[in-house]
């Protein structure tokens, strides 16, 4: 929501584009230092207080955003309205990864139309006489933030399923570092195609880049839909094994020019059950209070592709993108087979 804004926020505080971009930077800050807190919180705190208090805080940050009268100000509060949703996030992935691969699929697959409708959101009511440039899209995410409160309220939060004997026994580090680099991994793809897809594409002469990669998007929420309705049928390692595959056979595609375009929207159909069916997958072999923790893992994935890829076409150009698509793709196959070995003989017949 904040990348389609960024011309508002320049006409409205006045900052130059190298300094817009920090308000995105504050708001990804603090949502990226809310899971750890939640992991640490989940053990003393029920799941209802930590969501209701990431809403209000939501709420409350992105109103700050659209009224605040300076630029430090509005800084300050997408930095809130991160941690906000940061809490949020790691709450409700904690829960509905541990009810299995069809609901943490069906949850993220929320966060992706929400993804899809937010520069709409901005696009459409990001200019209103009564209003300072860009507020209204900030009020309505906190009118949606209180009637989720309401939500809340009548019907509560899934509660977390939590296997006894995973609980009781003592958690290896080593497989959850597994799952963080897996994470990390599909986390850099997911955010890399976004960013440098429509790159490559226009070098490559592709035409309509900008609607291949909304087509991207539209294909990975696609997905997530779809393996929230037949997910189920696999094991979550057999899943997460299956769709790095089907990644690493796109993005081979991308070399070929007339297939370009198909390789783009398959790698987002196939990504896209890897992230929830993860959360799933280590929640049968880890505590589920590790979940916030592993977020944290994504974070620096989606963090660290922008700017890798780009010190790669830096200096190698645009045909370095999908190199660094397939050996981030090579890397999430391998990382998948290494942990399916790993808790194979967790998993049930």
Not at 69 to 83: H, Q, R
Not at 184 to 194: H, I, K, Q, S, T
Not at 297 to 305: F, R, Y
């Amino acid at each position: 929501m904040y990348g389609p804004a960024f011309p508002l926020f320049q006409e409205r505080f006045g900052v130059d584009t190298a300094g817009v971009g920090v308000i995105a930077s504050a708001h990804f800050l603090g949502s990226a230092s809310a899971p750890p807190l939640v992991g640490v919180l989940l053990a003393w705190v029920s799941l209802r207080r930590i969501v209701v208090a990431g809403l209000v805080l939501l709420a409350l940050g992105v109103t700050g955003v659209a009224l605040a009268p300076s630029w430090p100000l509005a800084v300050a509060c997408a930095l809130l309205g991160g941690f906000g949703l940061g809490n949020v996030s790691a709450g409700l992935n904690s829960a509905y990864g541990s009810l299995g691969t069809r609901h943490a699929n069906l949850v993220n697959a929320c966060f992706g139309l929400g993804s899809m409708l937010a520069p709409l959101l901005v696009a459409g009511l990001g200019r209103t006489a009564a209003l300072p440039v860009a507020a209204l899209p900030f009020l309505a995410v906190a009118v949606l933030g209180a009637a989720a409160l309401v939500v809340i309220r009548v019907w509560n939060v899934p509660a977390i399923q939590a296997r006894p004997e995973v609980e009781a026994q003592r958690p290896s580090v080593g497989l959850f570092a597994l799952f963080a680099a897996l994470l990390f991994m599909y986390v850099f793809l997911e955010v890399g195609y976004g960013a440098w897809a429509a790159r490559y594409l226009e070098a490559l002469g592709v035409g309509g880049a900008a609607l291949i990669v909304s087509g991207y998007w539209l294909a990975m929420t696609a997905g997530r839909l779809l393996a929230g309705v037949v997910g189920g049928r696999w094991q979550p390692g057999t899943l997460v094994l299956g769709s790095a595959g089907l990644a690493l056979g796109f993005t081979a595609l991308l070399f070929v020019k007339p297939l370009a375009a198909l390789a783009c929207l398959g790698a987002g159909l196939a990504l896209a059950p890897v992230f929830g069916t993860t959360l799933a997958w280590m929640t049968a072999s880890l505590p589920v209070r590790w979940v916030p923790p592993l977020l944290v893992a994504g974070s620096v994935g989606g963090a660290a592709a922008p700017w890798l890829v780009g010190q790669l076409v830096a200096r190698f150009g645009a045909g370095a993108v999908p190199v660094a698509f397939l050996g981030g793709a090579a890397a999430l196959l391998g990382l998948a087979l290494l942990t399916r070995a790993w808790t194979r003989p967790a998993q049930p017949a």
